[in-house]
């Protein structure tokens, strides 16, 4: 049994590594794993092969095993990394609610103001290919002129855990350099999954925690993975919970990963964003795009106007300046602390 194996404890532990790797596990194996689990698909369980492939990198003896110590604690740790998105989607958001505009002695016109905002932006617009919510887009407008999907300073500060966790942890000689894995999709999916349900703890004006014993409350595949239901006629469908936005990230061109990347950078520690560099935004393909390939509901591209701009040479704060921005501050369309307005 595993209770066994694992010397008469229920799960692995990292007492059970070899001596010879017990250093190389936080160092390498885990930012190297976090670094190709994020272009799998959103929420996927760890792989043999990247782990395998992280041991033949390493020339090690070791054998990626389905159940093995490397397989289950590596699972451990890519959980831990959504646990951190989850949390600092909290932090960030309740920093967003702390600044002046939502401030005041009056603490029911705060809670209005706070639910008003998170109504707004948490309520998708559109039908079929076009439906989003507000908080997708850095900028909003009035619908119709949308820029920056998926680059609000709330998705991208959130996504900064991503780079912390791999491009300022892994050393400068490994032997699997982070450039050969593919672009993060899944983890910019999963930040912006992070930041809607933290926005929806305010969803009354003030805070409501999440309960612990209540499991509809996880961030967990459960809750925010892809699904299976059974239509009216019996058949089982597929429900694109996670991967509807897969093709449009991955078809975003190099020039906006590289802008991705740079943004949700700024939001690290001073000590880490010189470490930081864009590696993860190699063409490579993704396991997350073939799965956004399947038969099944709601899976579409949405270009954003600044993509199209991209195309012509023209970045998004060219567009910007075209006058099309936020009505929340009627002079700078900003929170602010910086936050972008939706």
Not at 51 to 69: N, R
Not at 100 to 127: C, M, N, P, Q, S
């Amino acid at each position: 049994t595993k209770t066994a194996a694992c010397s008469g404890v229920p799960k692995w532990t990292t007492a059970h590594l070899p001596d010879a790797y017990k250093l190389f596990f936080p160092r390498y194996f885990c930012p190297l794993l976090r670094s190709m689990h994020a272009a799998r698909a959103p929420w996927a369980s760890i792989h043999v092969e990247d782990v395998q492939a992280i041991f033949d990198a390493f020339e090690m003896e070791e054998v990626a095993e389905i159940g093995g110590v490397w397989m289950d604690l590596g699972q451990y740790r890519l959980n831990d990394s959504h646990t951190k998105l989850a949390k600092a989607a909290i932090v960030r958001v309740t920093e967003l609610f702390d600044q002046d505009e939502f401030l005041g002695d009056d603490l029911v016109g705060r809670a209005e103001r706070i639910r008003a905002y998170v109504e707004h932006a948490i309520t998708e617009v559109g039908v079929g290919k076009d439906k989003s919510a507000p908080m997708h887009w850095q900028r909003w407008g009035d619908g119709t002129h949308k820029t920056g999907f998926l680059q609000t300073d709330l998705i991208l500060a959130t996504f900064s855990i991503h780079l912390q966790e791999t491009e300022c942890t892994l050393p400068d000689d490994s032997a699997m350099p982070l450039r050969d894995h593919p672009r993060p999709v899944a983890k910019l999916i999963i930040s912006a999954q992070a930041v809607q349900r933290a926005l929806g703890f305010f969803s009354t004006g003030e805070f409501v925690a999440p309960k612990q014993k209540n499991r509809k409350d996880d961030f967990s595949a459960n809750n925010y993975g892809d699904y299976q239901e059974r239509n009216e006629k019996g058949k089982l469908k597929s429900k694109n919970r996670a991967t509807k936005w897969v093709k449009t990230l991955t078809n975003w061109t190099p020039a906006t990963w590289e802008r991705v990347v740079a943004n949700a950078a700024a939001w690290l520690p001073d000590t880490a964003q010189s470490k930081s560099v864009s590696a993860a935004t190699t063409p490579a393909a993704s396991e997350a795009e073939s799965a956004s390939d399947s038969d099944s509901d709601g899976s579409f591209i949405i270009q954003s106007d600044d993509e199209a701009f991209d195309d012509l040479g023209i970045g998004a704060d060219a567009y910007d300046s075209m006058g099309v921005g936020d009505a929340v501050d009627e002079g700078t369309g900003e929170h602010p602390s910086g936050y972008a307005a939706v």
